[in-house]
């Protein structure tokens, strides 16, 4: 086993087991399922790059980075999707949340319909990674850059408003630290585009 597949082994493995233990705490809860629907996409691409650096045969590789990557698409509609459960508005931006879903669903069929989006894989000391294509891959972050500023703003929005409980201020604050946390897994987007440092993983 690859040593550098060990880190995003155990932040796949922590993800994962986090989601499980939220869902199944509060399984009818729709605030738990979306929490952990983010957890599980995240254990999904964590895990398969595990698989990716100890795979050896390029056809298998060109397929995995294609299979990760399939997580990741949605990971911009069900994070927001989060934000807005966490604030118990999903309902008022039911229309918006559509929409974003459904440009994820287009980002996953470009994915695996054309070589523009993501086009084989980067060669580096430490293992293999998903190779970006233009001119699809910069749009798809151009959107998750919107999306993930969108539910940045509605947090820091709901957290300076009135008629919000002390309590439901400080869940509020919690979440948007770990969501800003969250974002510098954002850094790995650079060595699709073969900036060749290692993706630490938190």
């Known amino acids: 086993m690859n040593p550098y597949s060990i880190p995003p082994f155990v932040s796949a493995v922590a993800f994962g087991v986090l989601g499980v233990y939220v869902f199944l705490y509060k399984r009818n ?32 590789a060109r397929i995995l980075v294609k299979v990760g990557w399939s997580g990741i698409t949605f990971l911009p509609a069900v994070y927001y999707h989060f934000v807005l459960e966490s604030m118990g508005v999903q309902s008022t931006y039911k229309r918006q949340l559509k929409w974003i879903y459904a440009i994820g669903f287009i980002f996953l069929g470009l994915l695996w319909s054309t070589k523009n989006f993501i086009n084989g894989f980067n060669e580096f000391s430490w293992g293999l990674y998903p190779k970006a294509a233009l001119p699809i891959h910069p749009l798809y972050l151009i959107y998750l850059g919107v999306v993930y ?41 650079a060595i699709n585009y073969g900036v060749p440092f290692y993706p630490l993983k938190l």
């Open 149 to 189: 500023l969108l539910g940045v703003q509605k947090l820091i929005t709901f957290f300076r408003g009135g008629g919000v409980t002390p309590a439901r201020r400080v869940q509020a604050k919690y979440i948007l630290i770990s969501l800003v946390m969250y974002g510098f897994a954002g850094s790995d987007f």
């Open 29 to 60: 809860s729709s605030l738990n399922k979306s929490f952990a629907a983010l957890c599980g996409l995240t254990f999904f691409w964590q895990f398969s790059w595990v698989v990716l650096f100890n795979v050896h045969h390029p056809d298998g």
